[in-house]
């Protein structure tokens, strides 16, 4: 059965997006905010376009509640600034509820939320499903594309699996990660997949080219 994925893809892969609402409606009585998670806008990847669909049935929300994290660090508990203690569907987007935490780095997230000195929530979650179209909008199997084909994919289903407060947005390209080891270094993961992305596609292009050339040999006979 051919599994419909980007290439690259795998499906244990963490994926970082960010949000461009930020927290809202700051309650300084129980600590809380809440936030647009996701609005599924289209993000430029290394293997094409992606859009995160948003609805009730495409996301799973099993893991709420889940981390708020500091810029989608998950080496310390330090990191975890808050929780995400509740999510839902509405108006096309996912929506958030933050409780920050107690502790000194999570009251100082909190202090900088309420003074407007940050703003920027990045979505952590793992792709299950996609489906692949063209630029015409016309399904295909990314199997078969070729390196130059304009490629949109939409994850049908998806998981949350936390949320980050961020100083500034990553490129979208640099926010391809997997869930890291300490000693892993993820640029040089992202690096990697780009490589062997490329790889895959000029090995089938070089196919393809010489099954043209031989059959232009044999028209010339």
């Known amino acids: 059965m051919t599994i419909i994925a980007p290439k690259g893809w795998r499906s244990d892969k963490i994926e970082h997006r960010f ?31 992606e859009i995160l669909m948003i609805s009730r049935e495409a996301i799973d929300l099993s893991r709420i509640p889940c981390p708020l994290l500091d810029s989608h ?25 933050i409780r920050f935490a107690q502790t ?31 630029s015409d909008g016309d399904a295909v199997d990314p199997n078969y594309a070729s390196w130059d084909d304009n490629l949109v994919f939409t994850a049908t289903r998806w998981q949350l699996l936390e949320a980050s407060l961020v100083g500034v947005p990553a490129d979208s390209l640099a926010t391809v990660r997997s869930l890291c080891s ?13 490589m062997e992305v490329r790889e895959r596609m000029m090995i089938r292009q070089a196919m393809y080219d010489g099954q043209a050339a031989a059959f232009a040999g044999g028209n010339d006979d």
């Open 104 to 134: 000194p780095r999570g009251m100082l997230a909190e202090a900088m939320i309420s003074r407007g000195e940050i703003s920027s929530i990045s979505a952590g979650y793992r792709v299950t499903e996609w489906s692949c179209v063209d």
């Open 73 to 97: 660090n998950q080496q310390s508990i330090d990191n975890v600034l808050g929780v995400i203690e509740s999510a839902w569907v509405s108006d096309g987007k996912l929506h958030g509820k």
């Open 182 to 194: 300490e000693d892993e270094d993820d640029a040089a993961h992202n690096a990697l997949v780009r």
């Open 19 to 49: 949000s461009s609402s930020g927290p809202l409606s700051y309650n300084a009585d129980d600590h809380s905010c809440e936030c647009i998670i996701s609005a599924g806008a289209e993000v430029a990847r290394i293997y094409g376009k």
